[in-house]
């Protein structure tokens, strides 16, 4: 006998309602508690007149001076960080293994809405991904993935329902399903779009500010997501003006871009960790991952560190369970054998990975 779809989507609800509040506040505990701990001590050290190495990221990008002011503490964020050994391999693998935090957000804004037409405000607000990803700018990704997670938690089993509950509906009084007033679905083109918004978007300004460490263009990189929406966009106008019609389905187009961030992830985890587990670098391991229980780091850097650190783990975890809350199970083994999947392949390539390869599962699984 099958599960009651209905009483399945409402224990999700709680599960969502229970998990989700509850990381947000850790996250913002933990990464936010971090950021105001070395908040004076890194604007003391890298935008004051004169730094310790001689020069100042204390310069007029914009021309507003208190515009400038905050902006300096930003980029100082991130130079601290590659000024640290530890701090540069991570924000490298970080960044490498990133790109599957941009194509979940463009993804479900592709989704189509339920059956039903209604998406209601946290539905809409999906439709928005450059906006979800500047709020990652603002107040970093690992508080903005588990609040994403939760509208994405939330909507996706209200959709279950009313798609259910609309089919039924449909069938009792027509017969048969409906098709005069279903939902326009999104084309192929739209999908592909999310590649040269990662490319152009996401890829091309984090290769500029590891190349260059230039101050000027680590501002310019903080607005990335403006970048992801006017490729994407450019890309539709292109299509669109040409008139051209894809061969791809939109179910392949989706895999394809899981499949080439699960790829890329992949590869950043070999060539940045599987060294160190070869060499049996314990040490560096537990630098790069684990997070410092000290309350007072030896230095700025270490601090800026450990603040990123906890930003990368909460926002994986976060886009992790939006797909094991919003896909039913067969069974509690067949949960059981995904979460042991998914530890292991943690381990073999990655987080990063593993969440797109999480991502593809559900795409060709038991989603509506």
């Known amino acids: 006998m099958g599960r009651d779809p209905v009483k399945s989507v409402f224990s999700g609800r709680v599960l969502a309602l229970t998990i989700y509040p509850a990381l947000s506040l850790l996250s913002a505990y933990l990464i936010l508690g971090h950021l105001f701990e070395f908040y004076s001590p890194l604007r003391s050290e ?15 990008y914009t021309g507003f001076q208190r515009l400038d002011y905050e902006l300096c503490f930003m980029v100082s964020v991130f130079h601290a960080a590659i000024n640290d050994s530890i701090g540069y391999t991570f924000l ?5 293994t990133s790109s599957i935090y941009i194509v979940l957000p463009c993804l479900e804004a592709l989704r189509p809405p339920n ?15 450059a906006s ?3 709020a990652t700018q603002v107040v970093t990704l690992g508080v903005t993935m588990p609040v994403w997670g939760l509208v994405v938690s939330l909507v996706r089993m209200q959709d279950s329902t009313a798609y259910l509950e609309a089919k039924e509906d449909q069938k009792r009084r027509t017969g048969a399903d409906n098709q005069e007033n279903r939902p326009a679905i999104p084309t192929a083109h739209d999908v592909l779009s999310i590649i040269p918004s990662v490319v152009f ?13 230039d101050p000027k263009i680590t501002v310019l ?9 006017l490729a994407g966009w450019i890309y539709r106008r292109l299509a669109n003006l040409a008139h051209s019609h894809s061969t791809t389905s939109v179910k392949d187009a989706s895999r394809f871009i899981l499949i080439a961030s699960f790829l890329t992830s992949a590869y950043f985890h070999l060539i940045i960790v599987w060294p160190l587990f070869v060499s049996g670098d314990v040490t560096s391991l537990q630098q790069l991952f684990l997070p410092a229980y000290s309350p007072t780091p030896a230095t700025v850097e270490s601090s800026v560190v450990a603040f990123l650190r906890y930003d990368f783990h909460f926002a994986w975890i976060s886009a992790l369970l939006v ?9 509690v083994w067949h949960a059981a054998q995904i979460v042991v999947v998914t530890s292991v392949g943690m381990v073999l390539v990655g987080p990063g990975a593993m969440v797109a390869g999480a991502a593809l599962w559900k795409e060709g699984g038991t989603l509506l």
């Open 201 to 213: 978007g996401g890829a091309l300004p984090s290769y500029a500010f590891f190349h260059y460490q």
């Open 115 to 129: 059956a039903a037409g209604d998406e209601g405000r946290l539905g809409r607000s999906l439709r928005w991904p």
């Open 92 to 96: 490298k693998y970080f960044l490498g």
């Open 323 to 331: 797909t094991f809350l919003t896909v039913r199970f067969q069974s």
């Open 132 to 134: 979800w990803l500047q």
């Open 221 to 229: 990189w903080q607005i990335f997501p403006i970048y992801v929406f």
């Open 46 to 60: 890298y935008c004051s007149p004169s730094t310790k190495n001689g020069s100042t990221y204390a310069l007029p």
